[in-house]
């Protein structure tokens, strides 16, 4: 007789990245707004401008199989695979003055940026960050 084992019940992953609450509430507003066939917006990093790499967002209509989901208070952002190891542990928050309004990301992986602040220089999360994500 063969003894069936259970198998141990998976930890939870942690966040790619986290919302502040003005961000997730901009995110929620413009998905109720673009009608229920938006999955979310999609986050990634490309190569591009004076200081390297260039976040990107697009609206998504679905979720690939290797995309990271983070859904917070009713938002949901999808994190490009290819940009994890450059998002880990990202702030977006969402910020309006006299001017404008825009998202923000607070980077810790971000090791400069150019005057304009339309790209930064990013490196890849390391080992330390990716093993602290593992208690």
């Known amino acids: 007789m063969t003894e069936q084992t259970t198998p141990a019940p998976r930890r939870p992953r ?8 003005r961000a997730a509430e901009r995110v929620r507003s413009i998905m109720a707004s673009k009608g229920p066939e938006i999955a979310g917006l999609k986050i990634g990093v490309k190569k591009g401008g004076c200081a390297g790499m260039e976040y990107t967002m697009t609206w998504a209509d679905s979720v690939g199989k290797f995309d990271e989901v983070v859904e917070q208070d009713g938002a949901r952002v999808i994190v490009d ?19 404008s309004a825009t998202f923000v990301f607070n980077n810790p992986n971000q090791t400069g940026a150019c005057g304009c602040g339309e790209s930064v220089n990013l490196v890849p999360a390391g080992k330390t960050e990716l093993e602290s994500l593992k208690d």
């Open 14 to 21: 942690p966040k790619v990245m986290t919302l502040t609450p």
């Open 81 to 99: 695979p290819q940009a994890v190891l450059y998002l880990l542990g990202t702030e977006m928050d969402y910020k309006t003055d006299k001017l």
